[in-house]
């Protein structure tokens, strides 16, 4: 359950900005949440609520854009896509993946009022 | 007085019974100050009962952490607009992880992040190697759990410098708690520092804490299949210690599998078998960890 961090990290961000940009409300928070990054979206949707109560984002939307996997073969020389950490090259069957994509876990943008 | 350096804000987090707070003032750690000390003196101290069990160092060496954050309300604008953000999730944690890699980075120390299950046997090798090491080089450790500071005065018992923090509702230890730690231990130039994370292998892999590497910890009582199960503590591990592999006569475990399970999630995985009871192995791991430290050292003399 490193979501509820995840979501106290996101409610930092926000609270940031609103100080910054001097927003009184958020109306959605745009997530980009990669494959590969071992993050429940259900349980952030679930924490995000809970850490957002009495603050600036209260109800505010919760918007998850998946990122999907993407890793280079260092045998086929080439970008190639993963859904998990242990999978092989579909091209070539190896293990010598290097993840150079899907891992990310960014506050893309807020819809403020 | 405001927190300086991070501006922290906590609750049921404790170090040794002191809760983290807001208001506190950070010293520089490794300077004269040997304690970390708070300025508050007020409200939320539900762990003042576990103060008692403090010991070891004088300033208490136990934190606990696991409230909400603090909570803001800005006026402003009524008119919807889109703010871009493009800002990492854990940007924060991996502020303090950079600022603690400085702090140890200059003072050629390394530090180890241990990841692994609950009693995978991470504290018994901590302490095996803290009793086998500590004549040639200084050792501390930051203890992570949930609650208890069972495994610190273990750690203690070994003869090596331990600071419990609890995280109370956390499941992993992050790169701010770390950083309070370092400045209550005050670790020695050139030592080693051990963090023993709580025992989770799924949380903790997210989280930079500023160590040079992570070291996983995979006991032979547990499944082969478990690097597939969690992969990603087995990709940000730079090290698979295998350990307890004294028992392998008397289980079905398949070393080989386990191993081409974690090259598959990780082919740059270095794996190492151990038993922290009998001490096989033991030498090898001592000689990676001597390796580990002398690239530190390198690396601190070419930024001289």
């Known amino acids: 359950m490193h979501e509820m961090a995840l979501s106290e990290g996101v409610l930092q961000i926000v609270q940031d900005s609103a100080a910054r940009e ?5 109306k959605s928070v745009w997530l980009e949440i990669g494959a590969l990054a071992g993050v429940d979206p259900e349980a952030m949707r679930f924490t995000f609520d809970a850490v ?62 | 007085m405001m927190c300086t350096v991070c501006g922290c804000a906590s609750g049921e987090v404790t170090v040794e019974g002191q809760t983290l707070d807001r208001d ?29 069990h403090v010991s070891g160092l004088d300033h208490g060496d136990h934190h606990h952490y696991g409230q909400g954050p603090a909570r803001a309300h800005v006026p402003g604008l009524t008119q919807a607009k889109m703010v871009q953000i493009e800002t990492d999730i854990l940007s924060k944690n991996d502020q303090y992880a950079d600022a603690n890699r400085h702090f140890l980075g200059h003072r050629e120390i390394l530090a180890l992040n241990f990841v692994s299950s609950p009693g995978s046997g991470k504290t018994t090798l901590l302490s095996r190697t803290i009793t086998d090491l500590q004549g040639d080089v200084p050792v ?48 020695d130039d050139q030592s080693l520092m051990f963090i023993e994370n709580v025992g989770n292998l799924v949380c903790p892999a997210a989280f930079d804490l500023g160590e040079h590497h992570k070291v996983v910890i995979l006991s032979v009582t547990e499944g082969e299949d478990k690097p597939l199960k969690y992969p990603d503590i087995f990709a940000a591990s730079d090290l698979m210690v295998l350990n307890k592999v004294d028992l392998l006569p008397y289980l079905s475990f398949d070393v080989e599998a386990c191993i081409a399970n974690a090259r598959r999630v990780n082919p740059d995985i270095q794996v190492l078998q151990v038993s922290a009871t009998s001490g096989e192995g033991m030498d090898e791991f001592y000689a990676w960890i001597s390796e580990a430290h002398q690239r530190v050292s390198d690396g601190a003399a070419v930024c001289a």
């Not at chain 1, 001097?22 to 958020?26: I, Q």
């Not at chain 1, 993407?70 to 091209?91: E, I, L, N, Y």
């Not at chain 2, 203890?143 to 090596?160: C, F, K, L, M, V």
């Open chain 1, 22 to 26: 001097g927003f009184s409300r958020v």
């Open chain 2, 140 to 187: 501390c450790v930051v203890e992570g759990d949930q609650q208890t500071s069972n495994d610190a005065e273990r750690i203690r018992a070994s003869g090596a410098r331990a600071l419990q923090v609890n995280t109370g509702k956390g499941c992993h230890l992050d790169a701010h708690m770390v950083g309070h730690a370092m400045e209550a231990l005050a670790p």
């Open chain 1, 52 to 113: 957002t109560r009495g603050t600036v984002a209260e109800q505010a939307t919760l918007e998850i854009v998946d990122v999907p996997g993407k890793a280079w073969c260092m045998q086929c020389g080439t970008h190639v896509a993963v859904r998990q950490r242990f999978d092989a090259c579909p091209k070539c069957g190896s293990y010598q993946l290097q993840v150079v994509e899907g891992d990310e876990m960014k506050v893309k943008e807020l819809e403020v009022e």
């Open chain 2, 24 to 52: 506190h003032q950070h010293d520089e750690p490794g300077g004269d100050h040997s304690h970390h000390h708070h300025d508050h003196d007020h409200h939320h101290h539900k762990h003042d009962s576990e103060s008692t």
